[in-house]
């Protein structure tokens, strides 16, 4: 890659933005051309550049609930989406292994129980269970409960928060038929050059058949490779590597042996731990370990020993680095996906985070680039990326495995001082708070926390207004109706049944 180390050019100067240029087409590359495409393809040329000799990564298969509201934006039918990509219904995570071998806490989509304008729901709970009314914090949410139930609906008034498991490459080509129709043009070929003019923009992409693609403003999203952010703008990368140990994957696919179940399974390991995300179709299969504590060797047999049914795709390796880049828009540069930064999977975040950036993009999206849009871009999306990692590393600081070198040396880890803060909040009063734009909401926080054994030593005073009876009612009502609901809803696969693929 040739690149020209230059000082920044006045706003001024810089060209309008009227053809983008997204190189790479995985998850990323796909879903910022559906969106670019969707929401100014009558005003920008979108061209996707992408090689099937370097192919994707080929994971990322378990969303969150927002992806739910990027198809609404983009008015892609449930049905159509569901059928094209071998779709099942997520409605949480179960960590298994993970407070200690053999212990189980599902973190789901749901948000327990009701609150009070002075407190929320967890007040009057810890009261209950400290008064010996209360059951299990899990009995007052109903995605929780149908998880659990392995049951999937949809719910009327108030509705059911949930999300996909979905087949990665299916949901790039079917991103693919969407941007094309939305006058995407797609280029198939390898990135060999990528040019910087004199001001440090880039201008163009060349390729290894010898065509060169202009463009006024580009899209990175090649992957960990980075070939535009990383190697041509020489834009830095902050490592996390001290707070988040693991750096390596394997990854399968295995025939299904059972009903597919509405969550992701995140099963804790000797140095890292496993994904289970079953598909209509199959299962996908994942180890995410730590080399410093485990060999590739081991990890691969702790791997392939423990999977169920016939593998149908031989386990691929994947190297990475947990961190960001320093900004993930510089000069006419965005970087989405891979390229701009990565957390691992441990809560689906990925895909998320690349929907933010589109999102943000979308609002901010340039007639020319100034310094005072990309300013407000790092801004936004570094502040979202910090409490996704707080949120991840929280899983490994509340940890109480002790039983490999890997568990002892989290054991010692620091964790960021965010981080402490939130945790010490929760353990003193009970209290958690949410900060506008932050992807977890007080729920997840709760769930996490007290599936990870942090029981707060208090509660706030507004739970103790109310009288004995009158606590035990609003309990018992509450957890009344979750059961009930949960308990009516259809088993997961007959409601899977009305999504299967047209013969
Ligand atoms: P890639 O899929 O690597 O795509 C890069 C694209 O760039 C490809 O099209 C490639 O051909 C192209 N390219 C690269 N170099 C060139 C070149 N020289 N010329 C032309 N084209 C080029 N996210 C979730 O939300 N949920 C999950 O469950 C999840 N699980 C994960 C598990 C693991 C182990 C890992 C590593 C990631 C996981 N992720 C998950 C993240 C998710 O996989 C990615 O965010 C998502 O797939 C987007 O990847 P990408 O498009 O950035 O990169």
């Known amino acids: 890659m040739r690149t020209t180390n230059v000082q920044e050019s006045d706003d001024s100067q810089r060209r309008p933005v009227r053809r983008v240029v997204i190189a790479g087409g995985g998850t990323a590359g796909w879903m910022a051309a559906a969106g670019i495409s969707k929401m100014f393809g009558k005003v920008v040329e979108v061209t996707l550049v992408e090689s099937e000799e370097i192919g994707t990564v080929g994971v990322g298969e378990a969303t969150i609930p927002t992806l739910v509201t990027f198809h609404r934006l983009l008015e892609i039918g449930e049905q159509e989406f569901m059928s094209a990509v071998q779709g099942t219904i ?4 179960s960590f298994e292994n993970w407070l200690d071998v053999g212990h189980r806490y599902i973190h789901s989509f749901g948000v327990n129980g009701k609150d009070h ?20 914090y ?18 009327p008034r108030n509705g059911i928060n949930y999300a996909y498991h979905m087949d990665a490459s299916h949901y790039a080509r079917f991103l693919r038929r969407f941007s094309e129709a939305n006058g995407v043009k797609r280029v198939e070929g390898k990135i060999v050059e990528v040019d910087v003019d004199a001001d440090g923009d880039i201008a163009s992409l060349r390729l290894a058949d010898g065509a060169t693609i202009e463009g006024d403003f580009f899209v990175d999203c090649t992957g960990f490779r980075a070939l535009l952010i990383g190697k041509a703008l020489n834009v830095g990368y902050e490592d996390w590597s001290h707070w988040l140990f693991n750096d390596s994957a394997l990854a399968t696919q ?13 099963i804790a390991g000797t140095a890292g731990w496993q994904w289970r995300i079953p598909l209509q179709h199959r299962v996908g299969n994942g180890i995410v370990y730590s080399s410093r504590y485990i060999a590739d060797d081991e990890a691969r047999h702790e791997f392939l020993s423990s999977l169920e049914g016939e593998v149908i795709k031989d386990p691929w390796p994947i190297r990475f680095r947990p961190g960001q880049r320093m900004k993930c828009w510089h000069r006419n540069c965005v970087a989405l996906g891979l390229a701009g930064s990565f957390i691992e999977p441990l809560e689906s975040t990925t895909i998320h985070l690349i929907q933010r950036g589109i999102m943000h993009l979308l609002q901010l999206f340039p007639q020319v680039v100034t310094r005072a849009a990309i300013d407000q871009y790092n801004a936004q999306l570094a502040s979202e990326l910090v409490h996704v ?3 991840v590393v929280m899983h490994y600081h509340l940890t109480h495995r002790r039983d490999t070198p890997y568990w002892r040396a989290i054991g010692h880890m620091d964790i960021p001082d965010t981080l402490r803060h939130r945790i010490d909040l929760f353990r003193e009063t009970g209290s958690v708070f949410h900060v506008p734009g932050e992807l977890f909401g007080a729920n997840s926080w709760i769930q996490v926390m007290m599936g990870q054994g942090v029981m707060p030593h208090r509660y706030h005073p507004t739970a103790d207004a109310m ?15 979750v059961l009930s609901t949960a308990g009516k ?5 007959d409601y899977m049944r009305s999504y299967a693929p047209a013969a």
Not at 138 to 155: I, K, M, P, S, T
Not at 467 to 481: A, Q, T
């Open 90 to 93: 997520k409605l949480g995570i």
């Open 117 to 136: 304008w002075s407190a929320g729901f967890q007040h009057f709970w810890l009261r209950g269970r400290a008064e010996g009314m209360a059951s299990g």
């Open 138 to 155: 899990e009995d007052y949410c109903v995605e929780l409960q149908a998880a659990l139930q392995d049951r999937f609906g949809h719910l």
């Open 254 to 266: 295995t025939t299904a042996v059972r009903d597919a179940v509405p969550y992701t399974r995140a």
């Open 389 to 391: 990692r707080d949120f």
């Open 467 to 481: 009288s004995e009876d009158g606590l035990k009612r609003f309990l018992d009502d509450i957890r009344s109706n």
């Open 489 to 493: 809803l259809p088993p997961h696969m």
